[in-house]
């Protein structure tokens, strides 16, 4: 157990799970910048061709005295929190590892099933969990503004298309980010975005059914991660985007989470919690 408190004031010790990924490398950096945070442990899958490197020399900021392992139960056994950017089904598994140990979960894996949701909704009644699809601060303000957008223009009027482009690497469609902005838009309209959501178009489609909310996805190259909403009318047309340059955003949100949950109640929380957005 970490046996950490509320009026804990000594350096928060995280646990990067997926140390090697691209997010992994780049929460390594993100923690090594940041006061009040620091590298309790780093962790890969088993066989993973990592195993036995130092965390912060891979990732490019010197020998930091983290050696990659394959085991998380000893190394959420010394921290406060895990920063996890890895793939649903290690996530699940992590939650619950987390939810043992009592401490903080922050998720950015994306690509989740409702049952590994559920899972993981399950964990957060003993953990404090904070899960997005997007740690940026312009991505969730963007949220918010697709939200007033979406309540203000009127569905029979105004047609909402969510697109998003990625590197050539990723795996899940939509983003995790399209899906929350979706959700933002929904919420906008009073709506559910299941069952009002058009995840793919191809063939003869019909007519666009009046308040739905469509998605489309672009892969390629080394794109890190855009998105725009827009909202189309006749005659007119609003474009709210984002344009993410460096995954250097997703981490530093991520050891904010992180610093932000310590000592809060278990529960989940999101990253419009954490930045106070509402
Ligand atoms: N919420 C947000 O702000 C953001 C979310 N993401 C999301 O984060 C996730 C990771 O993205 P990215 O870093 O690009 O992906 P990568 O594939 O580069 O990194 C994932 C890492 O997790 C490792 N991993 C897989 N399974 C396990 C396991 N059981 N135990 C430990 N490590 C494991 C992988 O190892 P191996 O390759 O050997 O399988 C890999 O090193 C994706 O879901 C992505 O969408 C990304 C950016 C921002
Ligand atoms: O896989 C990525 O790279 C990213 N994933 C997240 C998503 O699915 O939205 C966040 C960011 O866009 C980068």
Not at 128 to 135: A, L, R
Not at 214 to 222: D, E, K, N, V, Y
Request: net charge neutral; proline share 3%; with cysteine.
């Amino acid at each position: 157990m970490s046996g950490m408190s509320p009026n804990d004031t000594s350096d928060m010790g995280l646990v990067v799970v997926g140390a090697a990924g691209r997010m992994g490398q780049a929460l390594i950096r993100a923690i090594h910048t940041i006061p009040g945070a620091r590298v309790a442990g780093a962790v890969e899958r088993s066989g993973s061709a990592y195993l036995g490197r130092d965390a912060g020399e891979l990732a490019g900021i010197g020998i930091i005295n983290a050696t990659i392992g394959d085991d998380p139960l000893p190394a959420f056994a010394k921290a406060d929190g895990v920063l996890d950017f890895t793939t649903p089904a290690a996530t699940v598994e992590f939650a619950g590892y987390a939810a043992q140990a009592r401490i903080a979960h922050v998720i950015g894996t994306t690509g989740c099933s409702d049952d590994d949701n559920a899972r993981i909704a399950a964990a957060a009644r003993h953990a404090t969990i904070v899960k997005s699809g997007n740690m940026s601060l312009g991505v969730n303000l963007l949220a918010v503004l697709v939200e007033q957008a979406a309540r203000a223009l009127d569905a029979d009027d105004f047609d909402i298309e969510i697109l998003e482009m990625h590197h050539r690497h990723k795996v899940d469609a939509p983003s995790g980010t399209a899906l929350l902005l979706g959700e933002a838009a929904a919420a906008g309209r009073g709506i559910q975005l299941a069952g009002n959501d058009v995840r793919s178009r191809d063939g003869h489609t019909g007519v666009r059914k009046a308040g739905s909310i469509g998605f489309a996805t672009l892969r390629g190259g080394s794109v890190v991660g855009d998105h725009s909403v827009i909202l189309a009318g006749t005659g007119e047309r609003i474009t709210l985007a984002h344009h993410a340059e460096d995954r250097a955003i997703f981490a530093r949100g991520a050891v904010k989470a992180a610093l932000w949950a310590r000592g809060k109640k278990p529960g989940l929380y999101s990253m419009r919690d954490v930045l106070g957005l509402g």
